[in-house]
């Protein structure tokens, strides 16, 4: 299924599409690099458990073990798990690992408490520790804090641990009357919630740089008099922007057809978006105060599916202009200043998402029947396929560290039934998680901003 930003829109005539372009294409992502060891002591319990603290305390040893099994391309996490120690034998070296993580419980003031350590074992050293009262009632924020402490304790940098991943499911759709809403989940597919209620059908979401407001597109039905005077039923794309605080929404562009595909600006002052108020669709910069809009790109062919990159000088794009949907970029401080063609691979391609150092660029590529996920430098270099016989894959989305992507795959099941879920690969390709299962068909993957 061709999936641009718009269900109701295949704006570029598939019956326009030629052969293929020559183009070399390097194999499945298979990078491989030297992994640094990692192992867990065996957890310390200096503290008489009551009620349910017993499988809180065993759910929170198993978070922070599978938490860092995400980051197994930096990380060989080992199985066999030493007893704790307070104070490692550097020079025995008889750990035979590279960090040693060290785990207790014990009470303080009436309150339980956890004492996390990182050493590193081959410089000898105390790297990282956490020290704090345990949130029993909110466990997996704890674990994930205190994960994500360790890690960057070790690595300098911000892990995935604490971010969350907006997508849309249609599990709300009863028989034929399809609807779509938007969810959110921890970055491990863990804890969803439903955030929009509409009961229609939702596209596109986006999330502000500072996560506190959502972009996103709802398909909408009218009634007005046709010529003859009689009522008919008409649709428009209409955009909207959520309050993730306030759970507050409110139209901000309504023009005749499609307003679509939006996302923020750097400094989420300003969105790019699809209109097509002008016939056929092009891509607009709209200032969120004044509603003011300056129009990026103007071609008698349908341009979509806009993302900027971190400082806002490069904007990615699909594009019909070529005669087949591919990928372009520009500098989107003029009208149609310094277009150029990235991609020539497949019959056509879909969704071009920067990686956060905006270096890279992912989309999806209809080949051998079937889309798959592709990774290509912003200057149009380095063409490299992350997916290969594993359904049909679409719509990737960077992580906030640059070191994953998130993306859905279908997998057909018979005649009747596919099933369509969201997945997690590292920037490589290898696939970690299949974070959605039986919760209806999802789409659009966004990652937060941190």
């Not at 149609?336 to 056509?348: A, N, T």
């Amino acid at each position: 299924m061709f999936k641009l930003i718009i269900a109701a829109l295949l704006i570029f005539g598939l019956n326009a599409f030629s052969q293929d372009d020559t183009v070399t294409i390097v194999a499945v992502g298979e990078a491989e690099q030297e992994k640094d060891t990692l192992v867990f002591s065996k957890l310390k319990e200096d503290a008489k458990y009551k009620g349910e603290e017993a499988n809180t305390i065993k759910e929170l040893e198993n978070l922070l073990i599978e938490d860092f099994k995400f980051y197994r391309h930096l990380f060989e996490i080992k199985e066999e798990r030493p007893s704790y120690t307070d104070s490692p034998k550097f020079e025995e070296d008889s750990l035979e690992t590279r960090y040693l993580v060290t785990m207790r419980t014990y009470e303080k003031e009436n309150a339980l408490w956890g004492e996390f350590k990182i050493y590193d074992i081959l410089n000898k050293r105390l790297a990282g520790s956490v020290n704090e009262k345990i949130w029993i009632k909110n466990i997996r924020k704890f674990g994930h804090t205190v994960a994500n402490r360790l890690y960057k304790s070790i690595t300098g940098e911000e892990s995935i641990f604490n971010t969350k991943i907006v997508f849309i499911s249609d599990r709300t759709s009863r028989g034929k009357d399809v609807r779509k809403e938007i969810y959110i989940m921890d970055f491990d597919g863990e804890k969803k919630q439903r955030i929009t209620f509409k009961n229609s059908l939702i596209l596109s979401p986006a999330i502000s740089p500072d996560n506190t407001q959502l972009l996103f597109t709802s398909i909408e039905s009218r009634w007005q008099k046709s010529k003859d005077g009689r009522p008919r039923k008409v649709q428009n794309l209409n955009l909207y922007l959520y309050d993730l605080k306030t759970r507050k929404q409110k139209v901000v562009s309504s023009v005749k057809g499609i307003n679509s595909g939006a996302i923020f600006s750097a400094d989420g002052e300003d969105i790019y978006l699809t209109l097509s108020n002008l016939k056929n669709a092009d891509i607009y910069k709209m200032n969120l105060k004044t509603r003011k809009k300056q129009r990026v790109t103007k071609h008698f062919l349908d341009d979509v599916d806009p993302h900027i990159n971190k400082d806002g000088s490069l904007m990615t794009f699909l594009s019909g202009r070529s005669g087949k949907a591919m990928i372009y970029t520009m500098d989107p401080s003029q009208v149609e200043k310094d277009v150029k063609r990235i991609s020539y691979v497949g019959r056509f391609n879909a969704s071009p998402r920067f990686s956060p150092d905006g270096k890279e660029i992912v989309f999806s590529s209809w080949v051998d029947n079937r889309f798959d996920i592709y990774k290509i430098d912003s200057s149009g270099n380095n063409l490299v396929r992350l997916t290969k016989d594993f359904g049909s894959n679409e719509e990737p989305w960077f992580s906030p560290d640059g070191q994953f992507i998130v993306f859905t795959s279908q997998r057909v099941i018979n005649s009747k039934k596919a099933e369509q879920d969201i997945y997690i690969m590292n920037r490589d390709g290898e696939i970690i998680k299949k974070l959605t299962n039986n919760y209806g068909k999802t789409f659009t993957p966004r990652w937060s901003n941190f």
